[in-house]
Every structure is written in C-alpha cells, then in structure tokens.
C-alpha cells in the first residue's frame, strides 16, 4: 500500500513544483494587484505541504525517527489549506467538464492566435481533476499516517 502513497507524494511533489514556480509569479503581481494575494497563499500552502508531507514521510514513516510537534503542525495546517485549495480545484475542474461552453467564451476574448476548442478544455478539466484528486487522496492519506505514528513527535522545538 505504501507504494502507492509513495507514487501519490511523486505526483504531488511535481505538481508542487509547477505550483511554487506560479506562487513566486504571482507574488511578483500581487505587488500591483493585491487580491491576487490569496491566490498565491494558497499555491505555497500546497508547496509547503508537499515539503513537510514528504519530510513526514521519510523521517517518521521510512526511518521510524520522530518529528517535532512544530513540523508536525506545519503539516497539518498547510495541509488544511491545501486541501481546500483541493475542493476549490476539483470543483472547477468539473465545472470544465459538464460546462466548456462557459469557458470557450471567455477564450473567444482572447487574440485570433489562439484556437481553443470544446474538446481542449474537457480534456484539460479532466487532467486537473485527476491531478487534484491525487492531491486530495494525499491529503487524507498523510492526515491518517499522522495519526497513526503520533507516538513519534516530540515537543522539542
């Protein structure tokens, strides 16, 4: 089973890295546009809880050490967020699927250059609902992992 985890926390870790290149981006345009804010606070709560995730799992799971009560706490929070912005995806992906006309007319705004068609943007919902429900099946993986090698977090700091 834990390969699969394992294999889970690759695809996570990837999307991560995707993901802090568009945070660092975007903390560039928050400079001029402060609601974009937001946006990127949820795209490094995913970063970080990649990195703690992955930190968890080697040092408490593959090694049998502990953690402190600190990074634990890094990782359930980050992860809290990151599972919303999981929910947020997931919904948005879906809403792709069953809705591309919505979207396609948003694409007709844009220059005569680009042709996106119906059949991109169901493909491309279907991928990110693919990639967020990794995420989210991660998320809830790493919360029961948690709880079952909470023996193994010390309250140094």
């Keep these: 089973m834990m390969i699969i985890y394992r294999i889970l926390g690759f695809i996570v870790t990837i999307f991560s890295s995707f993901v802090a290149i568009t945070a660092i981006v975007g903390l560039f345009m928050a400079v001029s546009n402060p609601s974009v804010l937001f946006q ?81 943007i169901i493909k491309t919902g279907y991928f990110l609902l693919a990639v967020f429900a990794v995420l989210f099946t991660h998320i809830i993986w790493t919360y029961i992992l948690v709880r079952k090698h909470k023996h193994q977090f010390e309250t140094k700091a």
């Design 40 to 120: 990127c606070f949820l795209l490094v709560s995913v970063v970080l809880y990649s990195w703690y995730a992955n930190k968890f799992f080697a040092q408490v799971v593959l090694l049998k050490g502990v953690m402190t009560k600190k990074q634990k706490d890094w990782l359930q929070v980050n992860a809290i967020v990151a599972f919303v912005f999981s929910v947020m995806g997931i919904i948005g992906a879906w809403v792709m699927i069953t809705q591309p006309k919505d979207f396609l007319e948003k694409f007709t705004q844009m220059p005569e250059g680009v042709a996106v068609t119906e059949d991109m």
